[in-house]
């Protein structure tokens, strides 16, 4: 993952949701933080790797429907 091309608050969540937990504030709260678990952990990068062939397929679609719309 491209750091650098994350927004600033981002933080560690990209590596938090890898490791299947994410910590946040309570309804916007900042003096009240949850922590939620989501496992296993690697569940995100499974994820997106299976569905990496069809976002391809579907990026590919929408921007060919973009190039016939400006043609």
Do not use: C, Y
């Not at 994350?6 to 309570?26: M, T, Y």
């Not at 299976?50 to 921007?63: F, H, K, N, S, W």
């Amino acid at each position: 993952m491209d750091k650098s091309r994350l927004e600033p608050k981002a933080g560690n969540v990209p590596w938090q949701i890898e490791d299947g937990r994410l910590r946040h504030p309570v309804f916007g709260n900042r003096r009240k933080w949850a922590t939620q678990w989501a496992r296993p952990a690697g569940w995100w990068s499974r994820t997106v790797r299976a569905g990496t062939p069809r976002m391809q397929r579907e990026i590919q679609r929408i921007v060919g429907d973009v190039r016939r719309d400006l043609e």
